[in-house]
């Protein structure tokens, strides 16, 4: 089972940025997809970027597309989520997922097994 540690939430104001770091140890990420999500109290999880196991294929939400991107590096076990332009409605938990499935790609919830403990995003207006 792998451990996500999620860091590099904190408080932006409108326009800025924030880096996301997701750091996975207890195995490697390398044959795993990985992604983010998010989750504002009393709403629904929701899908905000994936990413596939080499790194060729990204998907995002369609409010976060032009914003937020997604990477990884295999060596250092870590996956990152750049946001640019953050809103006030950006503001949530972020959680850091692993996908149940090797070479496996999904933008749901449900096929993701290992998730962070989450970092807290908020941008203030």
């Known amino acids: 089972q792998v451990q996500l540690v999620e860091s590099g939430g904190g408080l932006v104001q409108a326009g800025g940025s924030l880096r996301l770091s997701c750091a996975a140890s207890?195995?490697?990420?390398?044959?795993?997809?990985m992604g983010w999500f998010r989750q504002v109290s009393g709403q629904e999880r929701e899908f905000v970027a994936t990413i596939s196991w080499s790194g060729d294929r990204r998907y995002y939400e369609d409010s976060v597309k032009g914003r937020f991107t997604i990477s990884r590096d295999n060596a250092k076990n870590t996956v990152w989520l750049q946001m640019n332009s953050l809103k006030p409605e950006d503001t949530a938990v972020y959680y850091c997922a692993s996908h149940r499935t090797t070479y496996s790609i999904s933008t749901s919830s449900y096929h993701f097994g290992s998730w962070g403990q989450g970092t807290q995003v908020t941008v203030s207006s």
């Open positions: 207890g195995r490697t990420i390398s044959s795993y997809a």
